[in-house]
Structure formats: structure tokens, C-alpha cells
């Protein structure tokens, strides 16, 4: 009986050896791949990578892989595939599977040391090399390697003490040979940044920071500077874009969040102002500007660009002077700004104070040449300038250059009446006050037409014979619309005011 179920438990353990083995056979049909399509997979890896197509090729590396997990080569020619895309971190695990599988396997050994010497793992690349020249004594590569790494090393510990004794200039100059031997090292380009940083450069120190945050995995510390450099510099923006991206790797950082919520206050205030002003809504976007100035008034790039922005809004509501104030507050900030030179000429148009506005645009002129609106504006106001010095319509009514027609109309009725031929006795009086008379219904004509205004505001007196086609010079003024009803008589009339 025993020797029975000895023979009944045996016949069971064959049938599940069996059953094991047919399952294995049908797993492996179903989950591997067979090696006549392993094959296809590194052959269109192979040629799809000649052709630079390398998202394809990957994908086949990819598949290869999958179907043959023991096969060295296939991890070393994906390695391959992903330093080409220049992804040398997702190489190295790739490299370090096909050494494990083949220790002997120097090329991928090689390769592993240049990756981790470009990364300033000085001390992991030279246990590549080593193990490299223990197989094969006469490498050159792996001997260049190795003197490379000695040197590096050096200027690592020269950098390292030129920054321990604040001599920035110095830690800068060797840190420039660090990079280039390890330009994937993110300790390198970090400290160049803080140097950059204390020697007030901050663009530079950008320049280095920003592949620092793609060479660790979690470099919030690196975002978070970056952000704080951008927002200095006025860059809002891309401070907001780089604070959310340190968010992205860790949404309760504090730091990170306490930032987030300053920049994105002040941007929003900013984006605001300059939607306001598309939609000539300048007193609106003075408040806005005013609430900039309020939120961060540390920071002196933003305190300037609302005084810049405040100043361009006031001309744009005409307030001349209130606009000379702000505009000479804001140019005595920042003397070579040539958008403050030019509010501010503009402002002095206003004011008919022509000579300045000549000026300012000179002085904005000196600092960009070939700015074709500076050489339009400064072409203007010396017209302008030239022309108050012959006739200023403005200045015969008495009004300022943002009259509107009603009280151009109501200047002109009040002029008009006291100076009409008719209220002098002597006949030099008379003559005085006919030339009078004339220049003030000149003025007027001028001033209430849109189109002559327009010119005359450009710098152009459409009343003079020397602007008429034609040419001609005639030197005398003549009466609006070619009648003068002073000519003879005893100017004896009633004068009806328009």
C-alpha cells in the first residue's frame, strides 16, 4: 500500500513538472520574443539611428531589450541610442547592466567612465579606467582618462580654495576649465553661479543654473534661485515659470510657495497695467502701476518701470506737467532710458516749451542712433520749435496743445472781441490791432480743423504760403480763406462771432 501511493505521489510530480514546463513554453510564446524578431528589432534600431530618426530607434532598442534581458549588447546599444538623444543619465544604467552581464566589456566600460568623468564623479570614472587598463595595459584612452581626472581633480581643490577666500574672480576662471572637462557636473556650475552672483552678474549666473536643474534629480534649490534672479531682473514671467516648475517637484516646499504667491501677485499687477494702457485706460493703469510700486518696492527694477510706465500714461492724457514731474523723477533713476527721454519731450510739447523737448530727444538719440521714432520725434519738435518762433496758434489763443474745440472757440470769441479793428482810434492801433485780428482768426481756422491741426501739430503751419503747393513766397499774412474784410473803408460793421 505504502510502495502505492509512493507510485501515485511520483506520477503526480511528473504530470506538474510537465504542466510547468508546458506553461513556461507558452508564457515565454507570449511575453518574449523569438529571436528571428529580437534580430529585426536591433537591425531597425541599427539603420533608424544611421538615419537620425532616434525616437524610432529607441523604441526598437526598447522592444529588443524587452525580448532578450540577458543579451549585453542590446543594453549597450540603447545606451548608445540615449547618449545620442543626450540623455547620458538614462545611459548609464543601460551601460552598468551590459558590465554586469559581460565585466569584461571595455567599450561600455569606457563609455561609463566618460559619462561619469563629464558628471565629476571623478572617483567612479576612475575605477572604469582602471579596470579598463587592468585588461588592456595599452589603452590610450583609458591612460588620457586617467591624467584627465588627476588634473580635474586639482582644479577642483584650487576652485574650492579660491572660494573659501572670496576671491571670485579666480574660482571663476578655474571653474571655466572644470566645465569643460565635466560640463554635466551640477556642483561646478553652481558654485560658478553663486560666484557670477556676488560679482553682479546675474545673466551669467542664470547661464549656469539653468542645466543645473536638468542635472539633478530633485534641484528645487536651483529653481528657486533661478526664479529669484529672473524676478530681479524684471523678468516676472519666466520667475513665475521657474518657481512652478521647483512646485512641480515638491508642492508644499515653503520656500518655493512663499515666492510663487509674491511673483505671481506682482505679475498680475503688471499684466494688468499694460492691458489697461492697449485699452486706453491710462488712469486705470497708473492705479495698477501705483499697486506695483506698493507690492514690491524692494526691488528697484519694477519701482522704475511703473514711474517709466506712469510717466507715458500722463502724456497720454496730456497732463503736461504733472507729467514733467514724474517723467524727470523717473530719467534721474535711469539717465539713458530712452523711453523716459521721449515721454518726457513729449510732455514738454505740451507745454510748448520746444526748445527741451529738442533736447531730450537729442539726449535719447545719443543712446540709439538708429531708432527711426526718436529721429521722427526729435524731426518734429524741431519743427515745432522752429515754428513758435514764427507762429504759435496755441499761444495767440492762449491755450495749451490738448484744447479741445470748445475752448479753442470760446478763446477765440473772447481775443476776437478785444481785439476788433473797431475798438482803436489812431490809425497805428488800428493797424496793430488788424495784424492781431488776423493772426487770431488764423488760430482759429487752424486750430478747429482736425486736418490742419493735425499738421500743425506735426510741425507744419498750413497757413503758410511756403507750405501752400505751388511755392511762392509772398511773405505777407493773408486773411483765412483768401478775403480780408479790412481792406478800405472804415471797418464800420457788425462782426459775428462763430
Same mark, same amino acid.
Given at each position: ?5 509512493? &507510485?501515485? /505521489? ?50 526598437? =532598442?526598447? !522592444? ?30 543601460? *551601460?552598468?547592466?551590459? +558590465? ?5 566589456? *571595455? ?50 581643490? %584650487? ?19 572644470? #566645465?569643460?572637462?565635466? $560640463?554635466?557636473?551640477?556642483? !561646478? ?21 539653468? $542645466? ?7 534641484? &528645487? ?10 524676478? !530681479? ?36 499687477? *503688471?499684466?494688468?497695467? %499694460? ?21 514690491? $518696492? ?18 497720454? /492724457? ?7 514731474? +514724474?517723467?524727470? %523723477?523717473?530719467?534721474?533713476?535711469? $539717465?539713458?532710458? #530712452?523711453? #523716459? ?6 510732455? =514738454? ?15 535719447? &538719440? ?20 522752429? *515754428? ?5 496758434? =496755441? ?55 482736425? @486736418? ?13 504760403? @511756403? ?19 479790412? @481792406? ?11
Amino acid at each position: 500500500m505504502e510502495s502505492g501511493r509512493r &507510485r501515485g /505521489m511520483s506520477s503526480v510530480m511528473s504530470s506538474l513538472s510537465l504542466l510547468c514546463v508546458l506553461l513556461d513554453l507558452q508564457l515565454d510564446g507570449v511575453l518574449g520574443a523569438t529571436p528571428v524578431e529580437i534580430e529585426h528589432h536591433l537591425e531597425m534600431g541599427r539603420k533608424l539611428l544611421a538615419a537620425g530618426q532616434l525616437a524610432e530607434a529607441l523604441s526598437h =532598442y526598447h !522592444s529588443a531589450v524587452e525580448g532578450d534581458s540577458k543579451n549585453y549588447l542590446t543594453y549597450y546599444k540603447r545606451a548608445a541610442v540615449f547618449l545620442a538623444m543626450g540623455k547620458s543619465k538614462s545611459a548609464l544604467p543601460d *551601460l552598468t547592466q551590459a +558590465i554586469q552581464l559581460k565585466p569584461d566589456f *571595455l567599450a561600455a566600460r569606457l563609455q561609463r567612465g566618460n559619462i561619469l568623468l563629464k558628471q565629476g564623479s571623478t572617483q567612479e570614472a576612475r575605477e572604469d579606467f582602471q579596470a579598463v587598463l587592468k585588461r588592456s595595459p595599452d589603452n590610450e584612452e583609458a591612460h588620457d582618462q586617467l591624467h584627465k581626472i588627476d588634473e580635474l581633480e586639482l582644479l577642483q581643490e %584650487e576652485a574650492q580654495e579660491a572660494h573659501h577666500r572670496g576671491d571670485y574672480v579666480t574660482t571663476v576662471q578655474v571653474l571655466e576649465r572644470v #566645465i569643460e572637462v565635466s $560640463p554635466w557636473d551640477p556642483e !561646478s556650475r553652481e558654485l560658478r553661479a553663486e560666484c557670477y552672483i556676488r560679482l553682479g552678474e546675474p545673466r551669467k549666473a542664470i547661464m549656469d543654473l539653468t $542645466p543645473a536643474t536638468r542635472l539633478r534629480a530633485d534641484n &528645487r534649490a536651483a529653481y528657486l534661485k533661478l526664479s529669484q534672479l529672473h524676478y !530681479s531682473l524684471g523678468d516676472h514671467h519666466d520667475s513665475l515659470n521657474q518657481v512652478r516648475e521647483c512646485l512641480k517637484l515638491d508642492q508644499d516646499d515653503k520656500e518655493c510657495f512663499a515666492h510663487y504667491k509674491q511673483v505671481k501677485k506682482l505679475s498680475k499687477h *503688471l499684466d494688468s497695467a %499694460e492691458e489697461l494702457i492697449s485699452e486706453q485706460r491710462y488712469q486705470e493703469a497708473i492705479e495698477k502701476y501705483e499697486s506695483v510700486m506698493s507690492t514690491e $518696492p524692494k526691488v528697484q527694477f519694477y519701482s522704475n518701470k511703473a514711474r517709466e510706465r506712469i510717466c507715458f500714461c500722463l502724456v497720454k /492724457m496730456k497732463s503736461g506737467e504733472e507729467a514733467v514731474d +514724474i517723467c524727470s %523723477e523717473a530719467h534721474q533713476r535711469e $539717465p539713458q532710458n #530712452i523711453h #523716459i527721454l521721449r515721454d518726457r519731450a513729449e510732455a =514738454y510739447i505740451l507745454l510748448q516749451e520746444y526748445e527741451k523737448a529738442v533736447e531730450d530727444y537729442q539726449e535719447a &538719440r545719443e543712446f540709439d542712433q538708429d531708432n527711426q521714432e526718436l529721429r521722427e520725434g526729435l524731426d518734429r519738435a524741431q519743427k515745432l520749435l522752429k *515754428l513758435s518762433r514764427k507762429r504759435d496758434y =496755441y499761444k495767440i489763443l492762449g491755450v495749451s496743445r490738448s484744447a479741445n474745440k470748445q475752448e479753442i472757440i470760446k478763446a477765440y470769441r473772447k481775443l476776437a472781441q478785444q481785439w476788433h479793428p473797431d475798438n482803436f482810434q489812431s490809425e497805428a492801433e488800428k493797424k496793430e490791432a488788424e495784424k492781431k485780428f488776423i493772426d487770431i482768426a488764423s488760430a482759429k481756422e487752424v486750430l478747429t480743423d482736425p @486736418e490742419m491741426r493735425q499738421k500743425f501739430d506735426s510741425g507744419e503751419d498750413p497757413l503758410d504760403p @511756403e507750405n501752400q503747393q505751388g511755392g511762392g513766397g509772398g511773405g505777407g499774412r493773408e486773411w483765412p480763406f483768401g478775403f480780408n474784410p479790412f @481792406e478800405g473803408g472804415n471797418y464800420h460793421f457788425k462782426f459775428h462771432y462763430n
